[in-house]
């Protein structure tokens, strides 16, 4: 079955850094497009980022553009998002998730699986 498992979220000051990351199982994580998503409290889900097979296509929503980087490592079957110079409207719970169709979007119905999520409180 498939499986998303999100970690390494936490507490971080405004302008700090964090990595989250995604162990998939259960499909050839290697063989799919894959993105990070985000919902804050009270708010819509938000496409963050995402990441071809072999890395060779990247996309970014605007508002982390220059902060945020995904990558991957397919031998690991892990999915990351490192994340700097975070601000508190980065706060979220964040996702990975995959697309039925690149680069994924801002509603669930576009993705056919997902995590529980990892929670990123950006505060000081």
């Known amino acids: 079955q498939v499986q998303l498992v999100e970690s390494g979220g936490g507490l971080v000051q405004p302008g700090g850094s964090l990595r989250v990351s995604c162990v998939a199982s259960?499909?050839?994580?290697?063989?799919?497009?894959m993105s990070w998503v985000r919902q804050a409290p009270g708010k819509g889900l938000e496409w963050v980022s995402g990441?071809?097979?072999?890395?060779?296509?990247?996309d970014y929503a605007d508002s982390v553009k220059g902060r945020f980087t995904i990558s991957r490592d397919n031998a690991k079957n892990t999915l990351y998002l490192q994340m700097n110079g975070l601000k508190p409207e980065d706060s979220a719970l964040y996702y990975c998730?995959?697309?039925?169709?690149?680069?994924?979007?801002?509603?669930?119905?576009?993705?056919?699986?997902w995590g529980q999520g990892t929670q990123v409180t950006v505060s000081s």
């Open positions: 998730a995959r697309p039925r169709t690149a680069p994924g979007g801002s509603t669930w119905n576009e993705y056919d699986y």
């Open positions: 259960g499909f050839t994580f290697s063989s799919y497009y």
């Open positions: 990441i071809n097979s072999r890395g060779s296509r990247i």
